[in-house]
C-alpha cells in the first residue's frame, strides 16, 4: 500500500489541523506524511510538518504550476486547500491534479465564487429561500433610510479583516469610503455560532456541528462551546445540500428568539476547527476514509458543551 501524502496549504497558523491530519493517518495505520506550502519560511505550521516546500502567492500565475511540481515530488494523495482564495482557484485545476492523483476535496469553481464573494452569496441564499442577513451594496444602501447598527465589510475577504459595526450615518459615509469594494449588512442581534460541516466528495453531508463563539479574535475563536441543537444541524445540513458543499466549509449564524440566521459560508476549515475534532467529529479522519470510501455520516455525533479556551504558544528560530 503506498503512502498516504498529505499537502497542506498556506499552513501559516494551521498547527491544529496539520497535527490532526497526522494523527489520523496514524489511526488508519497507514505510512504517510503530512506536507505543508507556504509564502514564509516563518510560517509557525512549517515546524509543525514532516517537511514544507516554499511556493509563489496564491496570486501569482506560478502558484499552480509550482504546488503541481510539490505534489508529484512529494507523491501527494490528498491537498487540502486552507484560505478563501485559494478555493476557487483549486476548484478551477481540480482536474489537473486530479490527473496526478492528487484529491482535492473542495466545492466546484462557481460555488468557490459564490461563497467568497458575499452580495453573491447574499442573493443564492434570497434565490433559494435560506435566512441570510440582508446586505446591501454601497448604491443600494444610499437609496434607503437605513436602520442602524449596521456591519460593513468586504466584498471579497478573509477574517476579520476591514470588517466594522457602522451605528450612525456619519459612520456609514466614512467606512463606506474607507472600506475597499463593501457590502453593508444588517446587524444581527444574538449569540453567534460557527458550523463546521463536513460532505463527501459527492455531496453528501457526513457531519454538522454547531460551535458558539465565546471570544473572537481576528475573526477566529479564542474561546468557543459545541452546541448540539438539533434545529440549527437541520437547518446547517440543508444549506450544505443546497449551496452543494464538497469537503470541509463552516457557516456563520446568529440565534435569536429561536431564529436561526446566516451571513457568511466559507468552503474550507475554520479556524477553531480543533474544538469540532476533539468534541468526536474528526474531520480530517473521516477525509482520510473518504478517499477509500469508508467515510459513513455521523450527524450529530459529537459531545455537547465542549467547552475551548486557547492561549499562545511562541516557536524560536536562530536567524541571521
Known sequence: ???LNILITAASRRVALIQSFKKAIK???RDGKVIACDVDSLSAGLAFCDSYQLV??????????????????????????TIDEEVPLFAKHKDNFSKIGVTIPVVNEQVGEICNDKYKTYLY????????AKTYLPEDI???????????????????????????????????E??????????????????????GLDGRVL???????LVIRSGVSDRGKTYKNRKMIELAEKVAKEIGIIGP????????NGKITFFEVNPRFSGAIQLTIKAGADFPLMILQMLNGSAVPEIGRFEDNLTMVSYEESIYHNQK
Not at 441564499?125 to 441570510?132: D, I, S, T, V
Not at 437605513?146 to 459612520?171: H, N, T
Not at 453593508?184 to 460557527?194: C, H, I, M, N, S
Open 178 to 199: 474607507y472600506v475597499k469594494d463593501p457590502v453593508v449588512q444588517r446587524f444581527l442581534a444574538g449569540k453567534e455560532y460557527t458550523i463546521d460541516v463536513l460532505c
Open 56 to 81: 509563489p502567492l496564491s496570486t501569482s500565475p506560478e502558484y499552480i504550476p509550482s504546488v503541481i511540481e510539490v505534489c508529484k515530488k512529494e507523491k501527494i494523495s490528498l491537498l487540502v486547500p
Open 207 to 213: 457531519s454538522v456541528v454547531p460551535r458558539e463563539r
Open 27 to 29: 489511526s488508519l495505520g
Open 249 to 256: 466549509a463552516n457557516l456563520q449564524c446568529k440565534e435569536h
Open 125 to 132: 441564499f434570497k434565490e433559494k429561500g435560506l435566512p441570510m
Open 142 to 176: 444610499k437609496k434607503t433610510t437605513p436602520a442602524f447598527p449596521l456591519f460593513i465589510k468586504p466584498r471579497i475577504a478573509r477574517g476579520a479583516v476591514g470588517a466594522f459595526p457602522v451605528r450612525s450615518m456619519k459612520e456609514l459615509d466614512f467606512f463606506l
Open 1 to 3: 500500500m503506498s503512502s
